[in-house]
């Protein structure tokens, strides 16, 4: 089934204590996209600006990504500065420098109509909303938000969370949603608000998927990494790996969702092993299933 | 085979957000060796004050704990007061009287002499070393430590490392042994100083074992629980399950090491349900083996 991301494209200035990188491309729906593109067409709605150049577009059209929901807008693309020290789950931010995604109203081309899965990037909730119910008709809903919309605009996220299937968001969310203490109870709260799937992302400790059906929650592993090179976009690729491989099935069962899991801790392992989407542009579909492979033996008791 | 443990037989008194107890049975040899005893049989070297009572030696020999190496000495038994607010991973000690603990010298009868397996629970390092040099004979050496002998007895801490097979820490632990903020790069240090294998504990996300020969690391899960009544030994049932079950098998495998970090974690799960050792009296082997499955279930893609 194909696949449509509306999100971010970036550009990111980074410091970690392994390097640094100067306005490289970046952006939710970058991970998102190319992370997705390993299993499923993908296509993507976002806006930049005129320093987003033809190289730039190719990181994603060479992987099949279609592109033309892509707005060019006058002025400079989304641009974020930020820092890592030591503690790579803690970034400092430099500088947000919103541009072109200020204003950004997403706009789906008539062509994407026929779309089968839909996933609503980390942008204002009243954004994703929007979209949503322009695209009536998609099989499957995924989404993600973050800390300051949970904070800022909690009614319109109320609001799009019932029209959402599965959502995924990380441990210091889930809490901050619900104001719960227990990961589970939070789990709880928030399979009442509307998704029938949430995955919590634990870091460095995997993710767990808990289900409204009641079914038992699973856990998906991370790989133990010694040195995390740079921690941006590995939520991101986490998401477009599990909904890329969703998205790649006939049929959407517990068992899928399951591997979904997998490969959405598979992709984001390989995403922090270099800075921003270095890793993503070389990777290959037998990579992939190596590690998948290593993942399982390392959660699998035969 | 056999286990020996070597620890404290203590008095707590709790409270958490689910209510409190005064003195009741605790100590992280009484939790290691009521879970042990589930899968094998077990000794326990400990000293205990005039306020330990037949009904308190009682709850280990009902389940088949050999009490002999307990010490009766004059005086009261070790007795720690704290609580636990929303965050059950962080203690607040309100008192610690280590009475008859505070001169506790361990003595190995002559009986235990054929002793297979040694764990050394939490006490000074000097006094673990002790121990094991007068355990020449035993097949596997596990051991716990805590940031007290970290800090203030780091040297003696690694003359016991040497002698040691397993490790049982958590995070924080690993990374003040090694100053390593990666957990990887902690584990291959630590994987250095004497244990063959090294279990690092996750607290709420499970746990991981890695191995100095160079295998793949393994990582079993937690139970997702809602609400955990008292933490209190968690730690030490872990340790009793991880090592009892080891004790169990007639061969130490990567195998039976991987299964191992499994049932660790299921008796871990079942001393948080409730107060002090309240669950793991009432527990029973098929309530383990049901567990075990969920766990699996928690895990296994198929």
Redesign the interface.
Known sequence: MSILVVGSVAFDTLKTPFGERKKILGGSATYFSLSASFFTPVRVVAVVGEDFTSEHEAVLTSHGIDTRGIEHATGNTFHWGGEYG??VNEAKTNFTDLNVFENFAPKIPALYDDTEVLFLGNIQPALQLDVRRKMPRVAMVGADTMNLWINITRADLLETLKEVDVLLINDGEAKLLTGE?????A??KILTLGPTSLVIK?G???A?I?FADGS????A?AL?????HDPTGAGDTFAGGFMGYIASQPKITP?VL??AM?YGGVMGSFTVERFGTERLQSLTKEEIEERFK?F???????
């Open positions: 030591e503690n203490h227990s990961l589970v109870l789990a709880k634990h460095e400790y995997g767990t808990f038992h929650p699973f856990r592993p133990p990494i010694a040195e995390v068992a399951k591997r997998f290593l399982r033996s390392l959660t699998h008791l035969d």
